[in-house]
């Protein structure tokens, strides 16, 4: 039997893909799960054990939480990516490096197949794709949902015949929970005027009394929380586990997909949007004016990029390479105070902060300049104006 490599949640779409992979094609499957910070440790059980009982031939779990942080999160801080101003690409950037470690694994099986349970309507068939078609163009690639163009109906019914009887009650909201955030789905979100209801955020409010934190950053990087110092991740996750009881970080974004319609979904995230805006708010500090101009474009242009699957783009690389230099001084803490569904940035501490500068003091006094030196500055700054009205009076 040849060998087929699965990309496996244990939910409906892949449970069938299970089912469908040996009955009808006859193939060996090898189910894998790319854990980037959605699973607990009974879940990742639980999920293995359901693959075995499906029929699949091996079953791997994969944790690439800092494989995943090196790669992504940490150009995403850099860049203060949050796409058209709100989404911190929760769980879309997470998409491109499960499916590197699927093909990944693929080759070291010697797989002659590689299969995903995505449909024909997302954008995550075309991130998977785009991955595997990169890294392992000799690999034929099996999406049964999209192909056979299968409904939830059908799918459980197929389960059943073929001995597969789970309950498969559909969750009134679709919850999707990675390390940078988790997406949510629902009714509400297939409009373009409802909110998403209280209940539907898997992160309910817990606390209400403000608890001030403190973050550390190091080249811009998150190596600190509340005088504490380790991994970025583990910061990540500790300032989640503190901020999520605030149900901070919620928001519907509105973008357009990789296939070209309108979507919107809502998300909760956070860390992320804590980190991201506590990151912002120590460059505003410590970097130049154009530094700060550049990295807005680059950001954005990068954000857009990852979401649509272009992570080998190489253009990417050389984002990175401007991102990574631009960090220098992104050094210091940040003072932040977190309230129910919001946060306040305090303020900062660094020894590169700019506005610590002996030159003066903005709107109050300054030591580098007399009043005529302003007087003759602000006649040359106007002379461009001044040329262009002149000759267009009449406009």
């Avoid at 800092?66 to 949050?82: H, P």
């Avoid at 073929?162 to 009134?172: I, L, M, R």
């Avoid at 309910?204 to 990087?221: I, S, Y």
Wanted: with cysteine.
């Amino acid at each position: 039997m040849e060998k087929v490599v699965l990309a496996y949640s244990g939910g409906l779409d892949t449970s069938y893909c299970v089912k469908y992979l040996i009955n009808e094609l006859n193939l060996e499957v090898h189910s894998v799960l790319v854990n980037t910070g959605g699973f607990s440790t009974s879940e990742l059980e639980v999920v293995e054990k359901k693959a075995y009982e499906m029929g699949v031939t091996s079953h791997t779990n994969k944790n690439i939480l800092e494989e995943y942080y090196l790669k992504a999160i940490k150009y995403m801080v850099f860049g203060n990516v949050l796409k058209n101003n709100t989404y911190p690409l929760s769980v879309s950037a997470e998409r491109v490096f499960q499916a590197i470690e699927v093909v990944e694994y693929a080759k070291q099986i010697g797989a002659k197949y590689i299969a995903h349970g995505s449909t024909g309507a997302g954008n995550d068939q075309v991130r998977f794709d785009m991955i595997f078609q990169t890294l392992a163009p000799e690999i034929e690639i099996i999406t049964p949902i999209r192909d056979l163009k299968l409904s939830r109906q059908e799918e459980i019914a197929y389960l059943k015949e073929n001995g597969v009887d789970y309950p498969w009650e559909k969750a009134k909201y679709s919850i999707n929970k990675g390390i940078w955030g988790t997406s949510v789905g629902g009714v509400e979100t297939l409009t373009s005027h409802q909110a998403l209801p209280e209940e539907a955020y898997p992160s309910q409010l817990e606390k209400t009394e403000p608890t001030d934190v403190k973050l550390h950053f190091k080249n811009g990087e998150f190596v600190g929380f509340n005088n504490e110092f380790g991994s970025p991740v583990n910061n990540i996750l500790k300032l989640e586990a503190i901020a999520s009881k605030y149900a901070i970080g919620r928001d519907i974004h509105v973008g357009d997909t990789i296939v070209g319609i309108k979507g919107r979904v809502g998300f909760e995230a956070a860390a992320a949007v804590v980190t991201i805006k506590a990151h912002h708010l120590l460059e505003k500090h410590v970097l130049s004016k154009w530094q700060q101009n550049l990295k807005e474009q680059l950001g954005s242009t990068y954000g857009m990029l990852l979401h649509d699957g272009q992570y080998f783009e190489p253009v990417m690389r050389d984002i990175e390479a401007y991102l990574t230099n631009s960090q220098k001084t992104v050094t210091g803490e940040v003072f932040v105070t977190l309230k129910p569904y919001h946060f306040s940035l305090n303020g900062i501490e660094s020894e590169h902060d700019l506005m610590k500068s002996k030159f003066g003091e903005y709107g109050e006094t300054n030591k580098a300049w007399d009043a005529d030196d302003a007087k003759g500055f602000i006649k040359i700054l106007g002379t461009p104006n001044k040329i262009y009205h002149s000759v267009n009076s009449e406009l």
